[in-house]
T-cell receptor, first 112, second 112 residues
Framework: GESVGLHLPTLSVQEGDNSIINCAYSNSASDYFIWYKQESGKGPQFIIDIRSNMDKRQGQRVTVLLNKTVKHLSLQIAATQPGDSAVYFCAENTNTGNQFYFGTGTSLTVIP | NAGVTQTPKFQVLKTGQSMTLQCAQDMNHNSMYWYRQDPGMGLRLIYYSASEGTTDKGEVPNGYNVSRLNKREFSLRLESAAPSQTSVYFC???????????FGPGTRLLVL
C-alpha cells in the first residue's frame, strides 16, 4: 500500500481480474477521502470519494472501503482493464483543515 | 468546458532565472491550488487560494509566490529558480476548500 517512502509500490494484475489498492492514512481526524487516478503525463483524475460516516461506497467498477479503526483505505477495481493502468493515490482531508494530504501512490499495471 | 488549463506545458530554466506558471479554470470554482509532484513523493501543496482575493501558504511555499488575479486565474511565480525546484507543477480547483479538486495537465519544469 501507499506510504511516504522513496519508491512507488507496484501492482500487476491480469486483465479481467480484480485489483485491490491499499492506502494507510495518518490523521485520525481525517473525515473525507478521495482516490485519484493519474495516467502517465497527465494530471490526477477523481475516481471516487468517501466520508468518514461511511465504510463502503461503490461506483462504476470501483469500490472504496474505509476502516477507521486501523486508518486504512482501499480501492477495489472490478474486471481490471488495460486502460486502468496508472498510478493511484489517496488523499485525506479533515473537516477543519484546509489541505488535502496525498499519498505517494501505487502503480497499477494491467497485463493483457 | 476546458476545465483547468496550465501554461506552459514544459519549461527549462537556468538557476536564478524567474518565470510565472499560469493556471485558469472555467468551472466557476472558488478555491484554487498549486502543487508540486516529485518522484517517490505525493503531491505537496505550495499555495492555495480559498477565494478570490485571498492566498495562503501550504506545505512547501519557500521560493514561490502566487497571485489570484481573478476568480478564474491563479498564477505561481518563481523569482529565482533553483535546481531543487525541478518538478512537475499541478494546478487544481475546487468548489470550496474541502471538496474534490480538479487538476490541470501539469507543467514540467527543469532548472539547470
Amino acid at each position: 500500500g501507499e506510504s511516504v517512502g522513496l519508491h512507488l509500490p507496484t501492482l500487476s494484475v491480469q486483465e479481467g481480474d480484480n485489483s485491490i489498492i491499499n492506502c494507510a492514512y495518518s490523521n485520525s481526524a481525517s473525515d473525507y477521502f478521495i482516490w485519484y487516478k493519474q495516467e502517465s503525463g497527465k494530471g490526477p483524475q477523481f475516481i471516487i470519494d468517501i466520508r468518514s460516516n461511511m465504510d463502503k461506497r461503490q461506483g462504476q467498477r470501483v469500490t472504496v472501503l474505509l476502516n477507521k479503526t486501523v486508518k486504512h483505505l482501499s480501492l477495489q477495481i472490478a474486471a481490471t482493464q488495460p486502460g486502468d493502468s496508472a498510478v493511484y493515490f489517496c488523499a485525506e482531508n479533515t473537516n477543519t483543515g484546509n489541505q488535502f494530504y496525498f499519498g505517494t501512490g501505487t502503480s497499477l499495471t494491467v497485463i493483457p | 468546458n476546458a476545465g483547468v488549463t496550465q501554461t506552459p506545458k514544459f519549461q527549462v530554466l537556468k538557476t536564478g532565472q524567474s518565470m510565472t506558471l499560469q493556471c485558469a479554470q472555467d468551472m466557476n470554482h472558488n478555491s484554487m491550488y498549486w502543487y508540486r509532484q516529485d518522484p517517490g513523493m505525493g503531491l505537496r501543496l505550495i499555495y492555495y487560494s480559498a477565494s478570490e482575493g485571498t492566498t495562503d501558504k501550504g506545505e512547501v511555499p519557500n521560493g514561490y509566490n502566487v497571485s489570484r488575479l481573478n476568480k478564474r486565474e491563479f498564477s505561481l511565480r518563481l523569482e529565482s529558480a533553483a535546481p531543487s525546484q525541478t518538478s512537475v507543477y499541478f494546478c487544481a480547483s475546487s468548489p470550496s476548500q474541502s471538496l474534490t479538486q480538479y487538476f490541470g495537465p501539469g507543467t514540467r519544469l527543469l532548472v539547470l
